[in-house]
């Protein structure tokens, strides 16, 4: 095998923190090879709250420095993706035989003050008699604080991080499995499986980012140990058509000391969630069950005027956590915090193994890998740097959109709109290519779709409707049907 061949760096999988390593190790000049064996952000990484936040309640387990980081993180991934992420305020009600208030004001103090906040308002008190708390709320709800935290499109998140990775150099590659991984020496040989075709490649250095499959990747690394590092957690999510007006944000205390979030959702709907149950399955196949949908109904309503049930949800979504088993008597207090094993005998390859973590922190996670593993020759750079799309040129996204708006009369707003979210300042990419082509979908053009694939790494429908947008949430199944027929033709 010639030199040509040898990465210097093996990512497994394709969720936030391992296109966040990919992207890290490319901009410093390393050969990066990524392999994905589904889509991007196919599991865990699409499944999220969608937030990027600080944890507000992870406070009362004193992981200070995870909230700090993500609190810092947080304003930081604001300014590199504001046309993904965005400002949010969220209102906490107080309920009397719960939390009292005293504690969430305490708590709400240290999340305004410990990170570092600059950007986004701070913490106030509200009157919830008075509108439109008054007639959303159960009318026993008279005090609540709301506070800041921002809104995050997981799945463009991974996405664009692995195109600013290629960009930079890095070989990724979807719909492809490591099924084999031996060290040999001061190399690995890595047997990847795509399409009924198999190559053996060698790296240097492995990351495993295999997220729920992580214990798996180390069983084919060293099989002659046992890997029993994680703990599974499944968290499940309910759409429901819009359940309150206005562009803020509820988080409700429950009995059991958990949380659930009520939050606007792709305009016409309201996502509420989530949930924290053990999880012994085929991460492959996951849904949510009966106990969650109720677990989810009977906490909002709680706090809802209106009460809502499970089969009034339009959607709903779950996902894995792969939390690193710090053997907590709950799943809720499990750490969120990310924890790394360094397996690297003297002399010989190394492979580092990623556990837990969340979508805020993706970024400081990175640059904490690539210092584990000796930076792989350049300096940390990710923190000062756009993502794909997110220089604005200065602009705030409003007067963004309003400029794309005046620049293409001929095209509806909202669909403008909805490509700028999406893409950012690379939307003109789409928007100037001349002839936008069919009309597959409603809104949706065949030069978006052409860019998709191009650009994206988009092979099926499904990539585009569920993971680069939420476009089938607002399709009929014929609509749906049409896009895939435009990828089958």
């Not at 008190?125 to 026993?140: A, K, N, T």
């Not at 939390?323 to 190394?350: C, H, I, M, W």
Request: net charge negative; with cysteine.
């Amino acid at each position: 095998m010639s030199d040509s061949t040898v990465y210097d760096l093996l990512v497994i999988g394709g969720g936030i923190n391992g296109v966040g390593i990919a992207r890290d190790a490319a901009g410093r000049g390393a050969k990066v090879l990524l392999v994905e064996k589904d889509d991007l952000a196919s599991h865990t990484s699409s499944a999220s709250t969608k937030l990027v936040h600080g944890g507000l309640r992870y406070l009362e387990h004193y992981e200070f420095r995870l909230v700090r980081e993500s609190l810092i993180e947080r304003e930081r991934l604001l300014g590199m993706a504001p046309h993904i992420i965005w400002p949010l305020r969220f209102v906490l009600p107080h309920d009397r035989g719960l939390r009292p208030a005293w504690l969430l004001r305490l708590g709400l103090f240290l999340y305004d003050h410990i990170g570092g906040r600059k950007d986004l308002p701070p913490t106030k008190s509200v009157d919830l008699r008075q509108p439109p708390h008054r007639d959303i709320l159960e009318e026993r709800l008279i005090k609540g604080f709301e506070y800041s935290d921002c809104w995050v499109e997981d799945s463009r998140l991974v996405v664009l991080n692995a195109v600013d990775a290629k960009r930079r150099g890095a070989d990724i590659r979807t719909r492809t499995e490591c099924v084999g991984l031996k060290r040999t020496g001061d190399l690995w040989q890595a047997d990847l499986a795509s399409g009924g075709t198999r190559e053996r490649v060698a790296a240097k250095v492995v990351v495993n980012a295999a997220g729920p499959w992580v214990d798996a990747v180390l069983g084919q690394a060293n099989p002659e140990e046992t890997h029993q590092n994680l703990r599974l957690v499944q968290g499940s999510h309910l759409v429901f058509p819009k359940l309150f007006d206005g562009d803020h944000c509820y988080i409700f205390q429950n009995k059991d000391d958990r949380i659930v979030f009520a939050i606007p959702y792709e305009r016409d709907f309201t996502l509420v969630g989530t949930t924290d149950q053990a999880f012994s399955g085929d991460p492959n196949d996951i849904e949510i069950s009966d106990k969650e949908a109720s677990y989810i109904c009977d906490a909002i309503n709680e706090y809802l005027a209106t009460d809502v049930s499970p089969e009034k949800a339009v959607w709903s979504y779950s996902g894995v956590r792969p939390l690193y088993d710090d053997k907590s008597a709950n799943n809720s207090t499990v750490t969120r915090d990310y924890v790394f094993e360094l397996d690297a005998p003297d002399g010989q390859a190394p492979i580092l193994s990623i556990f837990g973590g969340k979508i805020t922190t993706y970024r400081k996670l990175a640059e904490h890998a690539l210092a584990k593993l000796g930076g792989l020759g350049g300096d940390a750079w990710t923190a000062g740097a756009h993502l794909p799309g997110g220089d604005l040129g200065g602009a705030d996204f409003e007067t963004f959109v309003s400029a794309l708006v005046q620049s293409y009369p001929d095209l509806p707003p909202d669909a403008i709109l909805r490509l700028a979210r999406a893409y950012g300042s690379d939307a003109e990419a789409i928007l100037m290519s001349g002839d936008l082509g069919k009309e597959v979908g409603p809104g949706l053009f065949e030069a978006e779709l052409r860019h998709l694939v191009e650009n994206e790494f988009v092979t099926c429908a499904d990539d585009v409707l569920w993971r680069r947008s939420k476009l089938g949430l607002h399709y009929t199944p014929e609509q749906r049907q049409a896009v895939a027929d435009w990828f089958a033709s």
